[in-house]
């Protein structure tokens, strides 16, 4: 019976039948709705019922009230427990236990805490254990929620339980808590309790009810608690109104041999590997496995060990994945025999297992193409697929200090750095670090998310820093247990060989190597899913990708990565390195139109032996290259040496080189005698670049190659400017032909970057052959801020809301996309047909190339590493806007 969601906010599931939906994520948490999506599915989940993320806004809403309706709601949920499981909440004979689990739309591990096994007191702990016949597990079950209790709603810190226990232990004799006796445990959930009295005034409720409703409230709370706040502005979870609540009957995995819990993949997240991939823990309960209390098995192991168990759960990995279309993370417990399944969602993968995923899937229908391209690989995937690895033939072996488990691949070199604080540090001074840890926690991700790599030496491959480094991509190897971790003192050690703060230390994620010193690393391959996955992608891509590339090699790269052209070569460099610069500064310091020329003629064989090499390597493909663009005294020298060396070969006096210096220097260079500015007023600085371009592409054609040249002047705000350089632009051209007796085809168009030049894009467009729009200026300009300076004041803009996101970083859409959106549009009123792309950093950034997708744009350039990002996401923009 579907509800009303404006008045409902319990939604209850169980016995082959639901209230709720996998689509009702934001309502109910990615959690609450594939518990109820998984029980209309028929699969054995126990019974529950989710309490509305409505229900948490409004409870942060009005200080801590619940909405009205939602009491009885609850009373009715537990209603429903009670008869599906035949048990009462608080009875001392057959008593009902439940859960409390907290779950947001957007799954955030370790975030916020569950509470077991609510519903224990004496009276039904006694109950518990005669229903059972198994007292051991009676007791265990009420220590852990104590415990539980404690931490998660009364604020006393897991560690005090567990050093109750451990002395517990100690006196007992015991390895570990399975050792622990029936009475053993009696004993301890006597001292549990007069903990939790010690430490909060109150005794251990014992009510049910007000368990229930504090624990409830404890996970509305937790909403806002530091931690949560914190992975959500890190991830840039924006706009979810609260957590939701599940209260779910209780399983049992820490019943004896025939039980217990468990975590698994339906595939390898690493690899991709098509096989089950996780760990259990026999004869325990819930958080045991990720705890790492004792040391989980291989989940593979549960075959010989529960082959039945082992079966059903291959049956459910396979209904799981034809039903979701992905990879699924699952939870389950056994209870005497009885598998269980508590929780599922897609499940975090690497790059490469992402892309491995995204094919075998298709391969085996489980799922289209479509549905690959547009869900099972992230722009992110690709990025961290291009990530560097260790050198094949680095000799690293002797400097080995320990391996732990491969927990997340990508190889990393940084200073070892012993606290989230230190790793966060370091990073805002542009080091690089890798943050080493007994384990991780919460609230160690800002660190985790500033270093390079993490390292802990505890943990198993579901510890917090695995799954974490996992989702971001993050290269960490887990629970290096050789190592020992000071991290009071800022050290660690292999017992032989100690390294400190600030020591190089290297570590790769695909082996679990930890390493003395810097290992060389290299960039990756592609392997063969990699480029069947990107061939998929084009089928789906309308948006054209270029690249931004100065030399052949960065040409040759991005062609490798599938760019469709260069859209933007900056000639900058090409002015520099021993020869060019000279002459470069020697025509910056000519005082005749002659000597200038002379200058410029030594400058113009490099230049066209540049471009011809670019050429050469992008036969049949456009190149855009932009005329000089930074202001003049960039090329100039300011030491005293570098004035005296340009003084001798000029022929002139170090003070007249001095002086000429001091001439150029501007206030604002960013708004100074630079792009096009230079061109109109050295125009023969036009004409030699013209010339170098031409001649180089003529040259090239000469040899059978299919050449496009595409001149781009920058920075140019009206009409006029764009004129006059058009003019010399084709003059020279013509005179080139004329010379060689050959043409080619060449397009003349301009950057659009100054917000003047967008507004009057109908006038320039009129003139122009195309438009790219430099959107790193464009932004400069429109916001007013200098690029170089905004460091002082961004950040905190970012922080404090007042910008959603640093705007050179990712595209504002509203303020300067508004530009870009016109001047396309006033461009493509003078000419329909006129080629529009953007070659701004934004040009590779997945959210920016979706706006310039819907802005109708032809095209994004971006950096070659980026291509194949900017290819899916161009892709996904498309799939998204036809749907
Ligand atoms: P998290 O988001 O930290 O994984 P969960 O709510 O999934 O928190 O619960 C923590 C652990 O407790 C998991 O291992 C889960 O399977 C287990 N658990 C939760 N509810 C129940 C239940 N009703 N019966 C048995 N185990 C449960
Ligand atoms: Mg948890
Ligand atoms: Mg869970």
């Not at 029936?182 to 251990?204: C, H, I, K, S």
Request: hydrophobic share 40%.
């Amino acid at each position: 019976m579907p509800h009303d969601s404006d008045t409902t906010f319990v939604y209850r599931f169980g016995d082959g039948s639901a209230e709720g939906s996998k689509e009702m994520k934001a309502l109910l948490g990615g959690k609450g709705a594939n518990l109820n999506e998984m029980s209309a599915l028929g699969l054995p989940v126990p019974p529950g019922f989710t309490i509305t993320t409505e229900a948490c806004h409004y409870y942060n809403d009005h200080d801590g009230d619940w909405p009205r309706g939602m009491q009885d709601e609850v009373e009715g949920g537990i209603a429903h427990l009670e008869t599906l499981m035949d048990r009462t909440l608080g009875d001392a004979e057959a008593p009902l236990l439940v859960s409390v689990r907290s779950g947001a739309a957007v799954s955030m591990p370790g975030m916020m805490d569950s509470v077991l096994n609510l519903g224990l007191n004496d009276d039904t702990v006694a109950g518990l254990a005669r229903a059972t016949g198994n007292a051991r597990f009676a007791y265990d079950a009420y220590r852990r929620l104590i415990d539980m209790f404690g931490d998660v709603v009364a604020g006393v810190p897991h560690r005090r339980f567990e050093d109750v226990m451990t002395e517990l232990k100690d006196e007992r004799g015991a390895a570990n808590d399975l050792d622990l006796t029936a009475d053993d445990l009696r004993t301890l959930v006597d001292r549990y309790r007069a903990l939790f009295e010690d430490e909060t005034g109150e005794p251990f409720p014992s009510d049910p009810r007000e368990q229930l409703r504090r624990a409830i409230d404890a996970v509305f709370d937790s909403w806002r608690n530091e931690r949560a706040v914190k992975y959500r502005k890190i991830n840039n979870i924006t706009g979810l109104r609260g957590t939701a609540v599940n209260v779910q009957a209780m399983v049992y995995g820490n019943m004896g041999e025939q039980s217990g819990t468990g975590v698994c993949f339906t595939r390898n997240p690493a690899t991709g590997e098509n096989k089950l991939f996780g760990e259990f823990l026999p004869n325990a309960q819930g958080e045991d496995v990720v705890a790492g209390i004792r040391t989980p098995r291989d989940i593979q192991e549960l075959q010989d060990l529960m082959p039945a168990i082992y079966d059903e759960l291959q049956e459910v990995r396979r209904t799981l994945e034809a039903h979701y279309g992905d990879m699924q993370d699952l939870e389950f417990t056994i209870q005497d025999g009885t598998l269980y399944i508590l929780q599922t969602r897609d499940g975090k993968r690497t790059g490469p297992a992402a892309i491995k995923i995204a094919v075998d899937m298709v391969d085996e229908e489980l799922i289209d193409r479509r549905r690959a391209v547009a869900h099972l690989v992230e722009p992110r995937h690709l990025d961290q697929l291009l990530h560097p690895h260790f050198d094949e033939d680095a000799d690293y072996e002797d400097d080995v200090l320990g391996t732990g488990l491969p927990a997340s691949p990508g190889a990393a070199v940084g200073r070892a750095v012993f606290s989230a604080d230190d790793a966060e540090a370091a990073a805002k001074n542009g080091e690089d670090v890798i943050l080493v840890r007994t384990e991780t926690s919460p609230e160690d991700v800002g660190g985790m998310d500033a270093a390079q790599g993490i390292i802990t030496s505890r943990g198993g491959m579901t510890s917090h820093a695995a799954v974490v480094a996992r989702g971001w991509g993050k290269p960490c190897v887990a629970g290096c247990d050789a190592l020992t971790v000071y991290e009071d003192e800022k050290r660690f050690t292999n017992g032989s060989v100690t390294i400190h703060a600030g020591d190089w230390i290297s570590m790769d994620g695909a082996t679990g190597a930890v390493i003395r010193g810097k290992v060389p690393l290299v960039e990756p391959e592609m392997t063969g899913a990699f480029s069947t996955f990107m061939a998929w992608v084009d089928e789906f891509r309308t948006l054209g990708v270029r690249a931004n590339a100065d030399t052949a090699d960065d040409a040759q790269q991005a062609l490798d990565f599938g760019a469709a052209g260069i859209g933007l070569c900056r000639t900058e460099h090409m002015f520099f390195g021993d020869e060019r610069i000279l002459a470069m500064r020697e025509m910056i310091l000519a005082d005749t139109e002659d000597a200038r020329r002379d200058a410029l003629d030594a400058l113009r064989p490099h230049q066209r032996s540049d471009f011809a090499d670019i050429f050469r390597v992008m036969d049949g493909h456009p190149v855009t290259i932009r005329l000089l663009d930074p202001p003049l005294h960039e090329f100039l020298p300011n030491d005293a040496a570098g004035q005296k060396k340009l003084a001798e070969r000029a022929g002139v006096s170090v003070d007249a080189v001095r002086e000429k210096v001091e001439a150029l220097e501007e206030f604002n260079p960013m708004l100074g005698h630079r792009g096009c500015r230079l061109g109109i007023t050295v125009p023969a600085l036009t004409e030699m670049q013209t010339r170098a371009i031409i001649e180089a592409a003529l040259d090239v054609q000469a040899d059978g190659i299919s050449v496009h040249p595409e001149i781009m002047v920058p920075l140019v705000s009206t009409r006029a400017e764009f004129d006059d350089q058009r003019r010399v632009i084709e003059r020279t051209i013509q005179t080139v032909f004329d010379e060689r007796e050959a043409s080619v085809d060449v397009h003349i168009g301009t950057m659009i970057e100054v917000p003047r030049a967008a507004l009057q894009a109908e006038s320039i467009g009129a003139a122009a052959d195309f438009f790219s729009f430099g959107t790193n200026d464009l932004t400069q300009m429109t916001f007013g801020y200098s690029r170089d300076d905004a460091g002082s004041f961004l950040p905190s803009y970012v922080d404090e809301g007042l910008l959603p996101e640093d705007p050179f970083q990712a595209l504002d859409q509203e303020g300067v996309g508004e530009l870009v959106r016109l001047g396309t549009e006033r461009g493509r009123t003078a000419n329909p047909e006129l080629p529009v792309g953007i070659c701004g950093e934004h040009g590779g950034e997945p959210s920016s190339i979706a706006f310039c997708y819907e802005a109708g744009l032809d095209y994004v350039s971006c950096s070659p590493f980026r291509v194949p990002i900017a290819r899916l996401a161009a892709a996904q923009a498309a799939i998204k806007a036809d749907a």
